[in-house]
């Protein structure tokens, strides 16, 4: 092998290894960012774990607490370091933030829930819609609240759950509408 052919083939071996090392930075943002946001998914559902499990034995929905609005659910958790099984293990420590959102609830209005203005602006249109375009008529509709996409599908995908709208796939798109209260009483005969 030649000096030239060896200088050529560590040329390409750099910059190879340079390509290579800058796809590998820009992976590693990527999965951190996608990490980040997997905690936060995971501290809302461990809270609406903790939650269920409160308040299982209400039989009666009109008593269960309304969440607060003065802080956003991604910042709270965010604020969770612990995890759900700490907070789960430390029943006085749920008891304590129990008494904490009491009080803070006192003194300040509370604002309709998620699932509540998502239903209203389904219900304003017949057509199936998008769950990007109900949260970006939510934030014109309400600037003050600032849910993210996935927060926007969960809540959406809880009240399919719940039966108060019907989910649709089109190709692959998932559309959504409000079930009428009326066809849907209807549509069963006891």
Known sequence: MTSQSAATLRSRYVEQAASDLEENRRRQQELAERITVLKQEEALLADILDLAERYEGFADASRLPEQLQDEPVVAKAKKTST???????????SAQTGRTAKAGAQGKSRQPLLGDLLADLLGRYEEPRLAKELRDELLEKHPDRNPTPQVVRNTLESLVAKGRIRRHKQQRSVMYTLVKTGAADSGSSD
Do not use: L, N, P
């Open 83 to 93: 995890g759900a099984r700490a907070r789960r293990s430390t029943s006085a420590k």
